[in-house]
């Protein structure tokens, strides 16, 4: 069965610097990746996915993330971070030719420090 | 057009008592997907349907758990006999599940309290 995690419950990082957020997947075959962002007290949004292609996917609010096969990770990056970035990051994975099901990981939180 | 809707977006309940939730997918999405999160949890999933096969319900974490969907409509999350465990937000998502493989749209989520 496919599975995700995000190793960092927490990740903080000063405004204006890099963010990575990591996620590791595991599946049968070519796996359709996505992450999600859920700010205080509003539902989730989609942020960007990877079905097939080129290895960086650019997505919304500046966010891009790097499929890497051999690593089996899509980490979440963003060059310069904002304060408004302070969010919960899902990872999500779907493993194609299968139920269509997708799972989640367990989430991790951004703390950008101003 | 309208987004994922659930009802009600809140809901206290006593222990033992039965509890209903409500989610109204996208039209024409045929995936619709229930989670749920604990406080500062992550998801945790519990029911999928697609289309006209037969749910996914490896994620129910207990008999007292139950899900219908009506066609590739409405569906409803039943919980029996609630327990204090049971606090959380239940949230539904539905995707239009094609060649390209959209992505799912959430609704608000119910949040669901046992004293």
């Known amino acids: 069965a496919q599975s995700v995690a995000q190793p960092e419950d927490q990740v903080n990082v000063a405004e204006g610097n890099p963010l990575t957020v990591k996620c590791t997947y595991s599946?049968?075959?070519?796996?359709?990746l996505f992450w999600y962002v859920q700010y205080p007290n509003r539902g989730l949004q989609f942020l960007l996915k990877?079905?097939?292609?080129?290895?960086l996917v650019k997505g919304s609010y500046g966010f891009e993330a790097e499929f890497n096969k051999s690593q089996t990770s899509f980490h979440l990056k963003k060059p310069s971070a904002l304060v408004s970035d302070s969010a919960l990051y899902f990872c999500?994975?779907?493993?194609?030719?299968?139920?269509?099901?997708?799972?989640f990981g367990k989430g991790t939180r951004l703390h950008i420090l101003p | 057009g309208a987004g994922v809707s659930q009802s009600p977006s809140n809901k206290v309940t006593e222990k033992g008592k039965d509890v209903e939730l409500r989610c109204d997918p996208i039209?024409?999405?045929?995936?619709l997907y229930w989670y749920r999160q604990r406080l500062g949890q992550g998801l945790e999933f519990l029911i999928y349907?697609?289309?006209?096969?037969?749910?996914?319900k490896s994620g129910l974490p207990s008999d007292r758990f139950s899900a219908e969907r009506t066609g590739e409509s409405v569906s409803t999350l039943t919980i029996q006999r609630t327990q204090q465990e049971d606090s959380a937000v239940y949230l539904c998502?539905?995707?239009?599940?094609?060649?390209?493989?959209?992505?799912?749209?959430f609704g608000p989520g119910t949040r669901l309290t046992v004293l």
């Open positions: 349907f697609q289309g006209n096969s037969a749910p996914d």
């Open positions: 599946v049968s075959g070519n796996p359709y």
């Open positions: 999500a994975v779907r493993e194609p030719n299968r139920d269509d099901k997708i799972i």
């Open positions: 998502a539905s995707s239009l599940v094609d060649l390209t493989f959209n992505e799912q749209f």
């Open positions: 039209s024409g999405h045929t995936a």
């Open positions: 990877y079905i097939t292609g080129d290895n």
